[in-house]
């Protein structure tokens, strides 16, 4: 029990300590405990009753649980600071992509400590696939991307605390198959495909002023290309020149404003994740020209060099690629045949990739960011309630819809692009067929908790169990 902690905490220094208790008390979820342990042992303790702070405490938690009491639902107000589940301190989210044919704007976020996603009420106005994802202070930057007719130079901001969508100032080109990054406050957007051309061109975003302006090119035209930031310079690798599957990467050093050309990975890869991860830049997946692979490489900085890592679970492009829990999370994207809704994650210590929970909703050109830090004390109001599964039931509609994916996921032939349509199909989720009838209920989840292997669906419950939810308080 938690207050069993703060006891011995103050037991080690009373005189210094005894009167943080109405602090500790605070940060207590006294709501969860039961009314007669609360009786017998919080509130008589010494503590708590010399301290004149902490009986305003006292007296609320006794009504909140008398009121549990007599509802009989030990979690029954989610608007009570007292009883509500932490908010995770990181969360992924998911946003948009490509899925039956059309374009989305689903939203989903997923806490590795529960392994579950839950899809949020919050959704876009418009859809988007093929855009890019980066966050700042709690808010979801959505940049560019391609709805199956229009390719967009607009951007749009999520404030995950406010829930509030809103527009900031358009790129100065169109972008799909964009790839952003987020270094020093300032948000930048790398090539793409303008509905014409792949773009060597790059453009920044300052905040403060809500302009992008235009830096220095890269080396390369690259669409389909992936980014990333280490040690203060911004990493991007493969991508689709209009005519071949890249292997080259390059970085963008700010001091300099300058872009300067690194060891060529070992394949070529379009439609690669790329992120940094201990101290290395990891490229997976991704198309060759000739399949989609699930092989994967790191770059070491120092010593100038690739190395092959452990092969991926599935072969996929197009998918999204974030680092929560210390751990690379790859997830959805395309196999060559259909789009599809698995998760994985890389454990670099191990070497090891894991199995995941699965995605509501089968898609590819998705894009994903991690939100870190977000507030446990904001107002019940800010809160909602979600079940695991499926939730409002929006979950379980999006799945079957995405199971009878027939999907073309190549926006250029959507545009009439000539000569370049054939070719951007190594860009894309192209032809997808009607095979996505397994039933995945079933699938293993490996986990570094456990010897040996057992169903997913008894680990989500048994660590739902363990948390004292059936559920997830998200500010969504």
């Not at 090539?191 to 809500?210: C, I, W």
């Not at 300099?256 to 990975?265: D, G, K, V």
């Not at 900085?301 to 092969?311: A, F, M, N, R």
């Not at 990739?353 to 050109?365: E, G, K, Q, V």
Request: hydrophobic content about 35%; charged content about 30%; overall charge negative.
């Amino acid at each position: 029990m938690v207050f069993d902690a703060v006891i011995r905490w103050i037991d080690h220094n009373p005189e210094a300590r005894k009167q943080e208790i109405a602090r500790l008390l605070n940060c207590i979820r006294l709501g969860i405990i039961t009314t007669r342990t609360f009786i017998e042992k919080v509130k008589p303790h010494k503590y708590v009753k010399e301290c004149e702070s902490a009986k305003s405490i006292v007296v609320e938690a006794l009504r909140l649980l008398c009121d549990l009491d007599w509802d009989d639902q030990r979690t029954a107000d989610p608007g009570n600071r007292m009883s509500r589940p932490r908010v995770p301190h990181e969360l992924l989210f998911v946003v948009g992509g490509w899925s039956g044919g059309t374009p989305t704007n689903l939203v989903e976020v997923y806490d590795t400590k529960a392994d579950s996603w839950v899809v949020s009420r919050h959704h876009d106005v418009g859809a988007r696939a093929y855009h890019g994802c980066v966050t700042m202070d709690h808010c979801i930057f959505v940049i560019g991307g391609f709805d199956g007719v229009e390719y967009f130079n607009s951007c749009r901001v999520f404030n995950v605390v406010t829930k509030v969508w809103s527009e900031i100032a358009p790129m100065n080109s169109k972008r799909c198959y964009v790839s952003v990054a987020e270094l020093d406050g300032l948000i930048y957007a790398m090539g793409g495909f303008d509905g014409q051309l792949r773009l060597n061109s790059v453009e920044r975003f300052n905040r403060k002023t809500n302009q992008w302006s235009f830096i220095t090119t890269m080396n390369h035209r690259r669409s389909d290309a992936r980014a990333t930031t280490m040690g203060g310079r911004i990493y991007i690798c493969g991508g689709f020149n209009g005519q071949e599957c890249l292997n080259t990467s390059e970085y963008f050093d700010p001091s300099t404003s300058q872009w300067t050309l690194i060891s060529p990975m070992r394949n070529r890869r379009s439609g690669v994740g790329v992120i940094a991860y201990n101290g290395m830049i990891y490229a997976l997946g991704g198309f060759n020209g000739i399949t989609r692979m699930n092989t994967g490489e790191r770059y070491c900085p120092t010593k100038k060099t690739w190395s092959t890592i452990p092969e991926m679970y599935s072969p996929r492009s197009n998918f999204a690629i974030e680092v929560i829990d210390d751990m690379i999370f790859v997830i959805g994207g395309f196999n060559g045949v259909t789009t599809i809704f698995n998760v994985e994650c890389y454990d670099s210590k191990a070497d090891e990739w894991y199995d995941a929970h699965d995605l509501s909703l089968y898609r590819s050109a998705l894009s994903a960011c991690v939100v870190r830090g977000l507030p446990n004390e904001e107002d019940g109001k800010n809160v909602e309630w979600e079940e695991n599964g499926d939730g409002d039931g929006t979950a379980a509609a999006a799945t079957t819809a995405g199971a009878d994916d027939n999907e073309d996921d190549d926006d250029d032939d959507d545009d009439n692009d000539d000569d370049d349509d054939d070719d951007d199909d190594d860009d894309d989720d192209d032809d997808d067929d009607d095979d996505d009838d397994d039933d995945d209920d079933e699938r293993v989840f490996r986990t570094r908790a456990h010897s040996g292997t057992v169903s997913r669906r008894n680990v989500q419950s048994i660590q739902c169990e363990g948390r004292g939810f059936k559920g997830h308080w998200l500010l969504l």
